[in-house]
């Protein structure tokens, strides 16, 4: 079976740094991505990791470990805007080609 | 260029009646994607297209679920005898298929089954 979990709601403030975690467990691995979703609003990507290391782009920055079965998405220099729902997804490996599976999203308040 | 874009945008109907809803992708992605969303939680994978073939149907709940792409462009997610459990956010996403593979959502269709 595929299982991917991440916190149900978190809260920072404005200009600090919070990390969201997610752990999966997964029939094959073909890469783990990050999508932000604005309430009401379509999932946007953030980032892709598929080797172990950590990924940065802007304030934002990625990190996977395979051999955990670990990520973590890490914001910097919080903004009013970052509140969010982020959302990690796994890409296994159906029986006919590929699959997405979506974590159930971290809802981020950030606070002045 | 243009994204994603899905019609209606909202859709309202009854129980147990027919709905088709409309997935145009981003022009020269071959890979397009169903998922629906229930409030709170994260998309639920339906069905992935690698130009007109299905290559992965499994995530479709039952046989009332049946999508189509039969041009490898647009692509049309049709339910049958609408059930209440079927109102959520249906999103469709497209991506070229090449190694990272990422996907662009298009905006989805709400969907409520009165």
């Known amino acids: 079976g595929q299982n991917i979990d991440q916190p149900t709601e978190m809260t920072a403030t404005e200009g600090a740094i919070v990390q969201i975690n997610c752990t999966y467990q997964?029939?094959?691995?073909?890469?783990l991505f990050w999508y932000q979703q604005h309430a009401g609003e379509a999932p946007t990507f953030l980032s892709y990791?598929?080797?172990?290391g950590l990924e940065e782009k802007g304030r934002f920055s990625s990190f996977l470990s395979r051999s955990k079965g670990y990520s973590y998405l890490l914001l910097k220099e919080l903004q009013m805007k970052d509140s969010a729902s982020y959302l990690c997804a796994v890409r296994g490996k159906g029986n006919y080609g590929q699959n997405f599976v979506f974590g159930p999203g971290t809802r981020l308040s950030v606070l002045p | 260029g243009a994204g994603v874009s899905q019609t209606p945008s909202n859709k309202v109907t009854e129980k147990g009646k027919y709905v088709e809803l409309r997935c145009d992708p981003i022009s020269g992605h071959t890979a397009l994607y169903w998922y629906r969303q229930s409030l709170g939680q994260g998309p639920e994978f339906l069905i992935y297209?690698?130009?007109?073939?299905?290559?992965?149907d499994s995530g479709l709940p039952n046989d009332r679920f049946f999508a189509v792409r039969p041009e490898g462009s647009v692509s049309t997610l049709k339910i049958q005898r609408t059930e209440r459990g079927d109102s959520a956010v249906y999103l469709c996403?497209?991506?070229?298929?090449?190694?990272?593979?990422?996907?662009?959502f298009g905006p989805g269709t709400r969907l409520t089954v009165l």
């Open positions: 997964t029939s094959g691995f073909n890469g």
């Open positions: 297209f690698q130009g007109t073939g299905a290559a992965d």
């Open positions: 990791n598929v080797l172990d």
């Open positions: 996403a497209s991506s070229l298929a090449g190694e990272s593979d990422t996907q662009y």
